[in-house]
T-cell receptor, first 114, second 112 residues
Framework: SQTIHQWPATLVQPVGSPLSLECTVEGTSNPNLYWYRQAAGRGLQLLFYSVGIGQISSEVPQNLSASRPQDRQFILSSKKLLLSDSGFYLC?????????????FGPGTRLTVT | RKEVEQDPGPFNVPEGATVAFNCTYSNSASQSFFWYRQDCRKEPKLLMS???SGNEDGRFTAQLNRASQYISLLIRDSKLSDSATYLC?????????????FGQGTILTVHP
């Protein structure tokens, strides 16, 4: 069965510090991978998606970046965090399954920028 | 107009009640439709996909009306454990690589 891991679970970082969040998927190959952010009381916003190693598409201009160094590894980074980067960061994966793109989410990282 | 719109609620219902959530979407090219549930401070979890002919999974029934660009979720015999936020989700289809657009969610509280 497929599982998705994210770490860390919670993070408190000062403004201007760097960020690195990691997501790994097990039990599937060549998944599509996604990074979402959910601000407090808000809906999910798609930040990046990837259809393969080294292939990253950005949905929203921001000071964040993403990388996919391995098939089942997706990393979200920032060189300098802003207060507005606080939120719940969720990684998700999907594969083509009977024609539908059902996405499955990791447990998330709750980031507070102080 | 938002791409996916839901009544935010909250819906407060007693155990055993039937409750219905509605959702509209703006992209007529959308091909895939889902309902997710999200518990407080947790990740969203897929509840069910929504098929053109409508589908049922136990106490949950989903309907799709492509002409009206409308999706619904019916929960029968509500349980306390059904309390959560229900997210209406739409995929744009085509070459969108599985990108999903999420509604803001409808909050459901089931009380004894």
């Amino acid at each position: 069965s497929q599982t998705i891991h994210q770490w860390p679970a919670t993070l408190v970082q000062p403004v201007g510090s760097p960020l690195s969040l990691e997501c790994t998927v097990e039990g599937t190959s060549n998944p599509n991978l996604y990074w979402y952010r959910q601000a407090a009381g808000r809906g999910l916003q798609l930040l990046f998606y990837s259809v393969g190693i080294g292939q990253i598409s950005s949905e929203v201009p921001q000071n964040l970046s993403a990388s996919r160094p391995q098939d089942r590894q997706f990393i979200l980074s920032s060189k300098k965090l802003l207060l507005s980067d606080s939120g719940f960061y969720l990684c998700a994966w999907s594969t083509l399954r009977t024609g539908w793109y059902e996405q499955y989410f990791g447990p998330g990282t709750r980031l507070t920028v102080t | 107009r938002k791409e996916v719109e839901q009544d935010p609620g909250p819906f407060n219902v007693p155990e055993g009640a039937t409750v219905a959530f509605n959702c509209t979407y703006s992209n007529s090219a959308s091909q895939s439709f889902f309902w997710y549930r999200q518990d407080c401070r947790k990740e969203p979890k897929l509840l069910m996909s929504v098929y053109s002919s409508g589908n049922e999974d136990g106490r949950f029934t989903a309907q799709l009306n492509r002409a009206s660009q409308y999706i619904s979720l019916l929960i029968r015999d509500s349980k306390l454990s059904d309390s959560a936020t229900y997210l209406c989700v739409v995929n744009a289809g085509g070459t969108s690589y599985g990108k999903l657009t999420f509604g803001q969610g409808t909050i459901l509280t089931v009380h004894p």
